[in-house]
Structures are given as structure tokens and as C-alpha cells.
T-cell receptor, first 115, second 118 residues
Framework: DSGVTQTPKHLITATGQRVTLRCSPRSGDLSVYWYQQSLDQGLQFLIQYYNGEERAKGNILERFSAQQFPDLHSELNLSSLELGDSALYFC??????????????FGSGTQLSVL | AQKITQTQPGMFVQEKEAVTLDCTYDTSDQSYGLFWYKQPSSGEMIFLIYQGSYDEQNATEGRYSLNFQKARKSANLVISASQLGDSAMYFCAMREGQSGGSNYKLTFGKGTLLTVNP
């Protein structure tokens, strides 16, 4: 168990809908990262938050947004969903932000299926 | 350009044999970290091993070792005495410093699917 909790584990929805994925980082970790894993794109970095502030953006669509709350949990909001958004969405956490030797602890992921 | 390249989409190994999974990376940073993660069919991402760019010795963690060749920019994972439970997808990843423009995020390769045969 990595200590990172993601809910829900599975989500099935329809095109055009909006969903929210939730992540609780490991106790004490200040950084939260969101990744999208799909068969064709592999593991793509979406966005990083550190202590409530956005710190880095990757290949995140404008239809997607995220935030990190004062209690350090994070939510990833996906709107106007398309079939191509079907993927496994991972949240990961680490204690700091600025250390190249810090490994990321991953949650078990949310499998999103857009029908 | 790809930051992390894993050239082997799939690999097969016999149980109890050793296997090497290749990884090359591209960075202009002097300080960076290299990681290997395992993703079994259940989906979770499991950290295996870490190598720092300034580490002079190759990292080892149990049956896992990392063959780090800095000049060649390669960080191959060696799994000794393969077990059936080692069958999984393996990802090589790199964490650069801020000067690399990546702002400390972890960049992953496409992965290698390892199958251990009995």
C-alpha cells in the first residue's frame, strides 16, 4: 500500500459529461501529481501541485482542471468528456517538489470509461 | 525528442534466468534521478529502484540492479533469478531539475512488457 488513496476506482460515464477524480496524498506529502495512462500515449504527466499551488503543467487539456485543497487532497475535474478521454488516471505524491531523488508514490488509479 | 526511450516493447525470459530491460535517456541537466517502476496487470505502479546522476555505484535492491552508464546515458534494469510474479510492464522514468525545464516532474518511457515463462 503506497498510502495514496484515489477514488473512485472505476468510473463509467457518457460523452459530454463531467466527472471529478479525488486523491488523498500520503500523510505529510506536499506535492501531488496527476498522470493519464492510455494505450496509445503511455503515461502522460498532466499537472503538479505543491502545497496548494499549481507548479507545473504538462499535456493537460483545457477541458481538464485540477486543484489542491488546504488539507492537501486534490481533485481532477474532467469536463465535456470525449471517447478519447477513456484512460487510467493516476495520482501520485511526494514529500517535496525540488528534489531529483524523490520517488513518487502512486495511487491505484481511477479507470475512466467514456461511452 | 524523447526524454526516455525503452526500445523493447516486449521481452520473454525463462523462470530463474536473468533479464535486462533497456532504457536510455536524454537530458542536459547535471543533476537528475532515474527510476524504475513495475506495473502488474492489476494496474498499480510499484517503485523498484532509484539511481542518482552523481551516484558512483550502481543501485541494487534485492533481485533488481540498475546498470548505470552515464556517458552512454543508459540506465538498464537487471532482474536476476526471474520469477513468475515478475511478469508485468516495466517503466523507466527520469526526474530532472528545474533547469531542464521539467520542474521536477517524473517523465516516463513507453514501457517494456516482461513475460516470465515457467
Amino acid at each position: 500500500d503506497s498510502g495514496v488513496t484515489q477514488t473512485p476506482k472505476h468510473l463509467i460515464t457518457a460523452t459530454g459529461q463531467r466527472v471529478t477524480l479525488r486523491c488523498s496524498p500520503r500523510s505529510g506529502d506536499l506535492s501531488v501529481y496527476w498522470y493519464q495512462q492510455s494505450l496509445d500515449q503511455g503515461l502522460q504527466f498532466l499537472i503538479q501541485y505543491y502545497n496548494g499551488e499549481e507548479r507545473a503543467k504538462g499535456n493537460i487539456l483545457e477541458r481538464f482542471s485540477a486543484q489542491q485543497f488546504p488539507d492537501l487532497h486534490s481533485e481532477l475535474n474532467l469536463s465535456s468528456l470525449e471517447l478519447g478521454d477513456s484512460a487510467l488516471y493516476f495520482c501520485a505524491s511526494s514529500p517535496l517538489r525540488t528534489a531529483t531523488n524523490e520517488k513518487l508514490f502512486f495511487g491505484s488509479g481511477t479507470q475512466l470509461s467514456v461511452l | 525528442a524523447q526524454k526516455i526511450t525503452q526500445t523493447q516493447p516486449g521481452m520473454f525470459v525463462q523462470e530463474k534466468e536473468a533479464v535486462t530491460l533497456d532504457c536510455t535517456y536524454d537530458t542536459s541537466d547535471q543533476s537528475y534521478g532515474l527510476f524504475w517502476y513495475k506495473q502488474p496487470s492489476s494496474g498499480e505502479m510499484i517503485f523498484l529502484i532509484y539511481q542518482g546522476s552523481y551516484d558512483e555505484q550502481n543501485a541494487t535492491e534485492g533481485r533488481y540492479s540498475l546498470n548505470f552508464q552515464k556517458a552512454r546515458k543508459s540506465a538498464n534494469l537487471v532482474i536476476s533469478a526471474s520469477q513468475l510474479g515478475d511478469s508485468a510492464m516495466y517503466f523507466c522514468a527520469m526526474r530532472e531539475g528545474q533547469s531542464g525545464g521539467s520542474n521536477y516532474k517524473l517523465t516516463f518511457g513507453k514501457g517494456t512488457l516482461l513475460t516470465v515463462n515457467p
